[in-house]
């Protein structure tokens, strides 16, 4: 299922860990979803002289966090942030479909902490600004079933990961297109 | 390394003695049991000594029993045959919400159709009370059908007693054994089911072959139309080879059972003290007492499933989980779901289900390593480092 290269991310992930003192931290994912990511920078002369990470999640979520580690080390932050989900896949030889999410993931959490540095530095609210996601000053979130961004009103697609959606008439939330039970209620999907 | 494989439910190795049954029914034995020719007559006597000798395992008249492709198969004839030939009674159909993913996507088809279907939970440890059912019959419930073990935390289900409930008031009563069938008595006269699933793969036979038994008397509306196979509810040229393997493995079940049940599920309670014992915030679902004799399943707490599976695999064991990243859909299962369980724990899943020759070098290998598994994982996920750092700071 998983390319040699994923295999050995995950058996021997780069930069596993905390930094204490860090001076950006980015949290995607939530731990109901099956992935959630912490990045932890540590920024010298604009460029990234530390990154960490720690993961509770499959083996792609692991690999994609121990590459993005890898290739983000050393970069400067605006080289940092053009990281795109795409390259991650490709240097890892490629992902499942339905892994695709993590390696979203990945790059996300890496923005988050650049963005939070960034926003220290600007002396705005560190939540404010660290937050890369538009939507997510709605008070009721929902979240896309398979990334977990944060949804707009009747979204037909998640702007992340591009998972088609439905809207479940029961309780509201989103489910993949295709599904015929609502994933949080149980209620039939039309 | 010694290996060791733990996941009989998805696939175990044919039984050396049903596959030398088999092996002449394929090119030699080739006839078509429908042929009235000697060949044909062959293949049919084949058929005919495969339902006896599952219908000794299962305890049932030959003539109830009808061959079908795997346990998927007898569930989608059952919960949709049974249904339909007996609507005039009602359209309300009752499941438990830890149904195999079979049966619960047979009852959203009737739902379709018009009809009602009601969900009755369980408790925390994977039990659906008879009260529970009782509680939801209505006099249009035509059918209900609970399960006989559950194969994803090994609970056994009190069906006789369902059974009993059901029978009492006139209501059909399937019950989903493919979990069950080889690895625990099933006794169809004595549980008073009128219908009853199995799949071979589960007890040393073929991929491909299944059955439903159904009580004489009972009318069904098949699935598949066509020629008169089993007797007419069944079309379809049989599947003699894997038929005949079915029967086979039967006959090896109901004869070894007893012994190889003991057995087994001496090594699933060293198995699972063994794990609760190394590590810490583990939890074994299901049921401890009541549950099938070669399965163990756990939760194990701030890590993901799929990641264990991968981690064990990689030193020879091979398990399965029930995780969202485990499974194609990312959806969390629906049985660790509807038994209660926190979803971020539910996460942990990992199951295993125990081989017949499993032995107790492979039972310490796996005690060996999993911790390790663990540890490794823990310590890149940042639930675990959260919650060493809260149990610092309640106990200072």
Known sequence: ?190 | MPGFYADKQAAAPVRPEVLEAMLPFFSQDFGNPQSLHSAGQKASQALLKAREQLAGLINCRPDEIIFVSSGSEANNLALKGLALANQARGQRVVVSAIEHISVLRATRFLEKLGFKIAQVPVDGLGLVSPEKVAEVLTPDTVLVSVMMANSEVGTIEPVAEIARLCQSRGIIFHSDAVAAVGNIPVDVSALGVNALSLAADQFGGPKGAGALFLKKGTKITPLIDGGVQESNRRAGTENVPAIVGLGQAAELAAREMSEKSARLSRLRDRLIAGVLGRLDEVILTGHPVNRLPHHASFCVKYVEGEAMLLGLDINGIQVASGSACTSRSLRTSHVLTAMGLDPAVAQGSLVLTLLDETSDEQVDYFLENFPQVVKRLREMSPLYTKYLQEKKDVHG
């Open chain 1, 1 to 190: 299922m998983y390319t040699d290269k994923v295999m050995e991310h995950f058996m021997h992930p780069r930069n596993v860990g905390t930094i204490p003192e860090a001076d950006g931290v980015g949290e995607v994912g939530n731990p109901v979803c099956g992935d959630m990511m912490t990045f932890y920078i540590k920024v010298k002369d604009g460029r990234l002289e530390d990154v960490k990470f720690q993961t509770f999640g499959c083996g792609a979520a692991i690999a994609v966090s121990s590459l993005v580690s890898e290739m983000a080390k050393g970069k400067t932050l605006e080289e940092a942030l053009k990281i795109t989900n795409e390259q991650v896949a490709e240097e890892l030889g490629g992902l499942p479909p339905h892994k695709m999410h993590c390696s979203n993931l990945g790059a996300d959490a890496l923005h988050k902490a650049i963005e939070n540095y960034l926003s220290k530095m600007s002396g705005q609210q560190a939540d404010k600004a660290g937050e890369s996601n538009p939507a997510a000053s709605q008070d009721e979130h929902f979240h896309c079933p398979f990334c977990d961004f944060i949804l707009p009103e009747n979204a037909q697609l998640c702007a992340r990961c591009q998972v088609k959606l439905i809207r479940c008439e029961h309780c509201g939330e989103y489910n993949r297109e295709g599904e015929e039970t609502c994933g949080h209620c149980g209620a039939g999907l039309v």
